[in-house]
């Protein structure tokens, strides 16, 4: 079945769909996005996502594209034609097409908007999740607005790279103070001895993940402790458990360290329970 993407108010087959060259988003990474995980062909936490979206658009300055109901429309359009059942729908919005010149366009111009969406394997996650992720860690080389879901990921892409090629899964970004701030796509936890998760501020250093704030908001329902902190890799190393969150990924519980396994090596017993009640939490539209 060929794939499905909507591009700036039409639906194409990916075949053929193109962006102008000119898009300030090939130009200069001048846009942002979004993943949302899909599920039974719907999206979950939807107004979560569209939140962080249009504080992301608010940060940049660029205007949001069309109305929430109409975007949300799309998104689901996108996954219908691609029969997506489970997998995740990415929207990105750039600032639109204008003669090259760093500084904004004079003149307004239309944000540019592409949605696709795409299966992921159930099965894949599982397993993963059952043997449980390696991290490494690397000096934090990020612009400080992190906070913004942009599409400039060079540094993401390259700590992701260094992972795959020190035969992990992640990278974890470590601050000049040495604390852990977050993967290069996925928000950061350890678990103390004691049974406290913990996790850094969204303050400063991390992207506020969408499935890291609906897990905080279910931690008092689960009588979890939670603890917002930052912490550093020698506590990951040293902690009972540590995992991974991001939207495409959910709860993924991570078994080593630079080499060094974490608690007994296996996934842990308090990522496991969040990773299977998670979605008892979530929203899906
Ligand atoms: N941090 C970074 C840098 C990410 O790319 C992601 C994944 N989008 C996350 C954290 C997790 O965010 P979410 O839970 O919203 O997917």
Redesign the pocket.
Known sequence: MSRIAYVNGRYRDMRDASVNIEDRGYQFADGVYE?CEVRYGKLVDQPR?MA?LERSLHELRIAMPMPLASLSVVLHEVVRRNRVQHGIVYLQVTRGVARRDHGFPTKPVRPAVVVTARSLDPAKGKDNAARGIKVITLPENRWPR?DI?STALLP?VLAKQAARDAGAYEAWYVDPHGYVT??????AWIVTKDGRVVTRSAQSG??A????SVLIDAFEKLQIRFEERPFTPAEAADAAEAFV????MIVMPVVAIDGHSIGNGKPGAVAKRLRESFHDFAVLS
């Open positions: 993943v996502h962080r992190v879901k993401n977050e993967g290069s796509s996925s928000n991390i992207l993940g969408i499935t890291r969150t991001a939207a495409s």
